[in-house]
């Protein structure tokens, strides 16, 4: 019912900067929470920030001082700022959404690899 097209990923060198876009479409209402997942080899899907439709923030303590999520309700967007990157942040990407009302559910993104390496 909800489809999440990311894109923005790619190969950055330690200290530089990306931008991630995710888009919703398709059945939006109640959709109360959006942000982002990331999942390197060898590792589970850990949080990464996530914003609500009421600006309430959850970030991960290892990127909050570098990364900031912020949301356009208007276009359906999310946004990932990507700053001070690092090699430990090198992993797939998940755009994710949240649907408040009964039943709850859970929507992914196909996922954008981001890269940071010299």
């Known amino acids: 019912q909800v489809q999440l097209v990311e894109s923005g990923g790619g190969l950055v060198q330690p200290g530089g900067s990306l931008r991630l876009s995710c888009t919703a479409s398709g059945s939006l209402f109640s959709i109360d929470t959006m942000g982002w997942y990331r999942q390197a080899p060898g590792k589970q899907r850990e949080l990464v920030a996530t914003v609500t439709t009421g600006g309430s923030r959850n970030q991960a303590d290892s990127v909050k001082d570098r990364f900031t999520v912020s949301r356009d309700n208007a276009k359906n967007t999310v946004y990932l700022q990507m700053n001070s990157l690092k090699p430990e942040d090198t992993a797939v990407y998940y755009c994710?959404?949240?649907?408040?009302?009964?039943?709850?559910?859970?929507?992914w993104g196909q996922g954008t690899q981001v890269t940071v390496s010299s």
């Open positions: 994710y959404a949240r649907r408040a009302r009964w039943p709850p559910a859970d929507y």
